[in-house]
């Protein structure tokens, strides 16, 4: 006989969602965790470049740990919106409390009128690029295919920007040096570097011939959010994060080739009949902290590719509140969404910034921007920001769980027929989606082929 209890409906199976999950079994709540993919990674798998293999592998063993505790329900391939509408599960399943932790998968608009005509004919977006990248090694990989153009623009700043930089770079060289009889994986050129691999084959980056992409950001160097800041920073705080930023493009100059224009904001485009040919800039100053634009300053910049990575937005959800590209809260602090008393949202819909540290406090999901962290630290300081995305996950789930076991708790609890009711719709959506409750089977059944399998 099933007793009443609580039972939480979670959106979204990443770092957020799964600490969500573990956080509430551990007290015996029944937790569902729908999950739009099949496998609930985010974008450790389409947005981390994968020569994180380590570190990739550690973290996803994490949420495993977390999803297969025998309170959690995992749906894969259950998409909200899609095959499951927000109003029916507020109005129809009856949950205790909704979490949605559906992270930031749409890229934010490049600022220049009419350019998205030219999606996939001379411009592309930072996360399907990355995504592309990620899985381009499968021989049965049959998705849209990204092509790599030496000479390619990216306009963006943070740390997303600079691992589609180091893409370019990297594919740019491996590919010149396979056409000269030379083969060299994306895994050494990563480790050792572009220029310490062309030093072991006594090559030159003129010799092969290579232009190398280019990076252009509106404000200068020593502001690209590299590193954060508190809220009110100090003098001193202020000093040292430029000192870091500057190094961080140092270290990132001398394994990887790619030119850097700062102070550089893009107004309009170069295009022919059906073609993006170039962007048209506009040059900046910052005073007073202020950016603004330079008079007689517009110039045109001819380029065979255009991939734009300033940064990633939660796509808007039929029937939930949504403001300023992301979700409108009422608290927050608990993340409260706007009009709902048993809605919740962590990570990146309620932050709707790309970077984790930016965003600890919600405990961002990996999927959110993981890839704005992951470029040129040690994997001791990524495991210090996973930590920390747990641990704001915590402090917010720690508020929901207050609420619902709080003095008015009674209004929360289900009935033992409403949650046989919720196990009966669960295991149809599971049936729909081809999934028998085998946790670990269904995950190693949808993993995708590793690079480095493939290079043993």
């Known amino acids: 006989m099933i007793s009443p209890g609580l039972f939480v409906a979670i959106i979204g199976g990443a770092v957020a969602g799964s600490e969500a999950a573990s956080r509430l079994s551990a007290r015996n709540i029944n937790c569902v965790v729908f999950e739009q993919n099949a496998l609930p990674y985010g974008k450790l798998e389409t947005g981390l470049p994968k020569w994180h293999v380590n570190l990739r592998n550690e973290q996803e063993k994490k ?37 949605l932790a559906t992270g930031a998968w749409q890229d934010r608009p490049l600022p220049v009128a009419g350019i998205d005509v030219y999606i996939n004919k001379g411009l592309y977006y930072q996360n399907p690029f990355v995504a ?102 100090s003098a001193k705080e202020i000093a040292t994060s430029h000192r870091v930023r500057h190094k961080i493009m140092e270290n990132f100059h001398r394994k990887y080739f790619f030119n850097f224009k700062e102070c550089h904001y893009p107004i309009d485009f170069i295009a022919d009949s059906d073609r993006l040919k170039g962007i048209v800039f506009e040059r900046t100053a910052v005073m007073d902290g202020r950016l603004i634009s330079l008079a007689d300053s517009h110039y045109q910049v001819s380029c065979p590719l255009v991939i734009s990575a300033i940064g990633s937005l939660p796509e808007a959800i039929p029937d939930i509140p949504f403001q300023d590209g992301i979700f409108k809260v009422k608290d927050q602090a608990s993340g409260q969404l706007e009009g709902y008393e048993n809605v919740f949202v962590l990570g990146n819909a309620i932050t709707g910034r790309g970077n984790i540290k930016e965003s600890e406090i919600h405990g961002r999901q990996v999927a959110e921007k993981v890839m704005d962290e992951y470029l040129v630290w040690q994997e001791d300081d990524y495991r210090e920001i996973f930590s920390r995305a747990e641990t704001g996950s915590q402090v917010t789930i720690e508020q929901i769980y207050n609420k619902l076991v709080g003095n008015d708790s009674k209004r929360f609890l289900l009935s033992s027929q409403q949650i046989e009711d919720i196990y009966t719709r669960i295991r149809e959506l599971q049936r729909r989606a081809g999934y028998a409750g085998d946790y670990d089977n269904w995950i190693k059944k949808h993993l995708p082929v590793r690079i480095e399998d493939l290079l043993v």
């Open 63 to 99: 949420i495993d740990s977390k999803l297969r505790h025998p309170l959690v329900h995992y749906v894969p391939c259950t998409q909200l919106g899609k095959h499951l509408s927000f109003r029916e599960l507020i109005q129809t399943w009856n949950f205790s409390a909704v979490l």
């Open 132 to 233: 592309w990248f990620n899985r381009n090694h499968d021989p049965n990989y049959q998705d849209p295919f990204f092509e790599i153009l030496d000479g390619a623009l990216v306009i963006g700043g943070g740390l997303a920007s600079l691992d589609v930089i180091k893409i370019l770079s990297i594919e740019t060289v491996r590919s010149s040096l396979q056409q000269r009889g030379y083969t060299v994986d994306v895994l050494t050129l990563e480790k050792k570097g572009i220029f310490e691999v062309l030093k072991e084959l006594n090559l030159s980056v003129s010799e092969l011939g290579i232009k190398g992409c280019t990076l252009y950001y509106r404000r200068q160097l020593n502001e690209m959010p590299l590193t954060s800041l508190p809220a009110q920073p």
